[in-house]
């Protein structure tokens, strides 16, 4: 007899990652699997969300507590109306030597969430793992988005879902915006002659959801503060359109007069406006490191 070993070759790395998108709105991405064996491969695909034992594995402390390297969970947040937030076709089938199967991956969120993830296992034969692809994922209710930084939250989000603001409590209160915050961290190495640099990313969603004409806008407001402590911004306020990312870069050179002992902290405001005006609190931190 003679043994063959089956391989097979995929279009994608260990992540797939669908982006942001519009929260109950459905996108889709193509996974390609070739079969480079001179055998034809049995498939079956498993999510690990589905898997059998899945809530046992949820009694454990999570990941962000008992782990400074893994922050998220492998199957993070998951959709209020109890359907996967992920789900790939064909489930199982039959690839022959030399042809390729494509898989579709659908992202389905049903509300606003930056921690959707979710494993992706290919098996052959029912028991060999041929690939293993973590799928993530973001929704938004709104047009624009911010990310970038030292994360401030916490990863895992309640399933309970919370109620508005009374309309009484609401007249009493008076509308009031909410300010998040980021954190931007410089680490400026002594000696060099390149600046600490860091960047805060600012995206518009492609939605069918609206109007197309509605552009998004921003601005990063930066006092006298910022300068005296040595910062510089780069493409501070700008516009997109839909499906377009734009950077606001951050340099840091340390002021001659700069306590080593007291790092400076100091804070900008960026305003996004889209559907809604969003404000978030900038706070840029920096310190000199030595050289490694």
């Known amino acids: 007899g003679r043994g063959v070993v089956p391989s097979t070759e995929c279009s994608v790395g260990e992540?797939?990652?669908?982006?942001?998108?519009?929260?109950?709105?459905?996108?889709?991405?193509?996974?390609?699997?070739?079969?480079?064996?001179?055998?034809?491969?049995?498939?079956?695909?498993?999510?690990?969300?589905?898997?059998?034992?899945?809530?046992?594995?949820?009694?454990?402390?999570?990941s962000f507590l008992t782990s400074s390297l893994q922050r998220t969970e492998i199957v993070g947040t998951q959709n209020y109306n109890g359907f996967s937030?992920?789900?790939?076709?064909?489930?199982?089938g039959k690839i022959e030597a030399g042809m390729s199967q494509d898989f579709v991956v659908t992202f389905s969120p049903d509300h606003e969430s930056v921690y959707y993830s979710d494993r992706l296992k290919v098996l052959l034969f029912g028991k060999q793992?041929?690939?293993?692809?973590?799928?993530?994922?973001?929704?938004?209710?709104?047009?624009?988005?911010?990310?970038?930084?030292?994360?401030?939250?916490?990863?895992?989000?309640?399933?309970?879902?919370?109620?508005?603001?009374?309309?009484?409590e609401a007249l009493v209160k008076g509308p009031q915006e909410v300010v998040k915050s980021l954190l931007l961290l410089l680490e400026f190495v002594e000696g060099s002659a390149e600046p600490a640099r860091a960047e805060i990313t600012v995206g518009a969603i492609q939605s069918p959801q609206m109007a197309a004409?509605?552009?998004?806008?921003?601005?990063?407001?930066?006092?006298?503060?910022?300068?005296?402590?040595?910062?510089?911004?780069?493409g501070a306020k700008g516009a997109l359109e839909r499906g377009q990312l734009k950077r606001i870069g951050v340099s840091w050179v340390p002021p001659a007069d700069l306590q080593t002992s007291d790092p400076p902290l100091v804070s900008a405001l960026l305003t996004v406006k889209g559907d809604i005006t969003e404000s978030y609190r900038v706070l840029l931190m920096a310190r000199v490191v030595s050289a490694a």
């Open 15 to 62: 992540v797939l990652d669908m982006g942001y998108v519009m929260a109950r709105d459905t996108v889709t991405a193509t996974v390609q699997i070739k079969n480079t064996s001179s055998l034809t491969l049995l498939f079956s695909v498993q999510l690990e969300s589905l898997s059998p034992t899945r809530d046992t594995d949820r009694q454990k402390i999570p």
């Open 129 to 168: 793992t041929a690939h293993e692809i973590q799928l993530k994922g973001a929704a938004r209710d709104h047009i624009m988005f911010v990310e970038g930084g030292v994360p401030l939250d916490v990863p895992v989000e309640s399933l309970a879902v919370t109620s508005p603001v009374a309309p009484q």
């Open 85 to 92: 937030v992920f789900r790939v076709s064909p489930t199982e």
């Open 213 to 234: 004409k509605k552009a998004v806008e921003f601005r990063m407001d930066s006092g006298p503060e910022l300068r005296r402590a040595g910062f510089e911004l780069d």
